[in-house]
Nanobody, 118 residues
Framework: QVQLVESGGGLVQAGGSLGLSCTASTSSFRWYRMGWYHQAPGKQRELVAQITNSGTRNYADSVKGRFTISSDAENTVYLQMIALKPEDTGVYYC?????????????WGQGTQVTVTS
């Protein structure tokens, strides 16, 4: 069982910046593909950024150029968000997807609230 603890959410004005972090309680972090998901009020959870074991990064079109995902390769993944928009408001969840011998073992964090005011 892997526990994911997120932090860094908060309230910010449009155009501002926030950084999120997600720390995983596993020594096998390198075998997990890490992602950040956004769930806006009343909407489904959507992937916004992902980083693979090899360091490849993928972004949703809506956040390209504004959000950056990174990892310390030990147990923490980050999401740096700039030029925030009101539509970025919602709960951000960290997800760990197991690969190779850990395939099928997926875990979610508890979520952290981000509110962007206009």
């Amino acid at each position: 069982q892997v526990q994911l603890v997120e932090s860094g959410g908060g309230l910010v004005q449009a155009g501002g910046s926030l950084g999120l972090s997600c720390t995983a309680s596993t020594s096998s972090f390198r075998w997990y593909r890490m992602g950040w998901y956004h769930q806006a009020p009343g909407k489904q959870r959507e992937l916004v950024a992902q980083i693979t074991n090899s360091g490849t990064r993928n972004y949703a079109d809506s956040v390209k150029g504004r959000f950056t995902i990174s990892s310390d390769a030990e147990n923490t993944v980050y999401l740096q968000m700039i030029a925030l928009k009101p539509e970025d408001t919602g709960v951000y969840y960290c997800k760990a997807e197991g690969t190779r011998q850990y395939r099928g073992r997926d875990y979610w964090g508890q979520g952290t609230q981000v509110t962007v005011t206009s």
